[in-house]
């Protein structure tokens, strides 16, 4: 239902709204054409009021529909949520409101939410998938954005001046590191008390400033299928950039969560020719999935000596990149990893973050020749290659996206994920209207 506009109830520019929009002398209505409502509507749009008006119709929609507050799911401590409610935020021209679509649920949430890094509320969430409710006109003139366009937000909020920025690398900017800079802005991480609040997924909407990152989801895809861009994105960057897999490589990928079968997708994708992918016995269902998605072996190393089982898949030569993406398994993957890689100059891409690791076996990583990078996040470009990964429909990515939580089932969805709740649990989706 869209606002009556009445000409005789206009008053100051600052005071727009659906139940006072102001003086029409300077709309430039042609002729005495002002009673006419559409020409009067389409000039409002057209002028310096464009705005403000727009802002008022999302406040007059969402009190018909009795969303005057926006439900999100806070992280107030330790494994505790509360859903609590926040205002829908102004927005100015350079800015948008997204609607939420879709938050994915990874690892870093599973973390996270059991240890939090700070004692500040946050909205979780920061893999995020929605449609652009509302755009300022100099955001859709400078990114290219429009109301209506379902679109991916990279969890970085860059700067747009460092050099990182002007390389794509987002996730190196100072503005968004959070670890450093305490006054970072991140998606799922920065704190709700932070106006306008809504800095994370698990929320009915998102505010977009105008230095979010955000990408165009490509027709075709849904926004469930879409809610994979971050792990495949990260599959990408670790493995395709930091990795350097490509035509007949030997991979192996330990762990087969979300992060290990995006590593297989994209490792497939590229061109290897023997994947091998590690897991343990509870991870039976995400072996099978990893071997629909071109997994030439998998192994489960609570039944089978892992490098044994490597070795002889490899007649005894070892492989060419080993990809860690498992979860607090500690150092023994790296460990592995390192006996397990070719004679001489292999790679090995680590995620883990102990604060120390006694007895690293430098010596040996020397003598092989071993290149160890770390994996930290996906550029703007490993994200472009991973919609198109996904909108190619080359793979059965839906038997990742296995389960739907709504918004107040976080506390479970983020525990299922971290193999404590619902069984077989893979990527979760979650979806903040539910």
Known sequence: MTPEVYANRISDRQNIDPNAVGDLSDLKVPGNQSHDLPAVAFHLLESWYRDFIHTAIIKFQARENKLEK?????????????????????????????????????????????????????????????????????????????????????????????????????????????????EAIRYGYTSAEKAPHLWGGFAQYVYLPWNAVVHHVPKGITPELAGLVTPMANGVEWSLFDGGVGYNSTVLIQGPGQQGLSQTVISKQAGASLIIITGTSKDRARLEVAKALGADYVIDVQKEDPLARVKEITGGRGVDIVLDCTAGAGTMPILFGVDALKRRGGTIVVQGEMPDFPNFPIGKVTVKGITMKSARGHSFRACELALEQIASKRFPLEKITTHRFGLKDVDLAIKSVGGYGVPDVIHASLLPWK
């Open 70 to 182: 926006v439900l999100a799911a806070v992280r107030t401590g330790p494994s505790q949520t509360e859903i609590r409610e926040f205002p829908i935020p102004d927005i100015p021209e350079d800015s948008a409101l997204m609607k939420m679509e879709v938050a994915g649920i990874c690892g870093t949430d599973v973390k996270f939410y059991k240890e939090p890094p700070t004692k500040s509320p946050v909205i979780m969430g920061h893999e995020n998938i929605g449609i652009v409710e509302r755009a300022g006109r100099e955001f859709t003139r400078r990114k290219g954005f429009k109301e209506g366009d379902l679109v991916f937000v990279e969890h970085y909020v860059m700067c747009g001046k460092c050099e990182w920025c002007h390389l794509g690398e987002y996730r190196h900017c100072e503005n968004t590191d959070w670890r450093h800079n305490p």
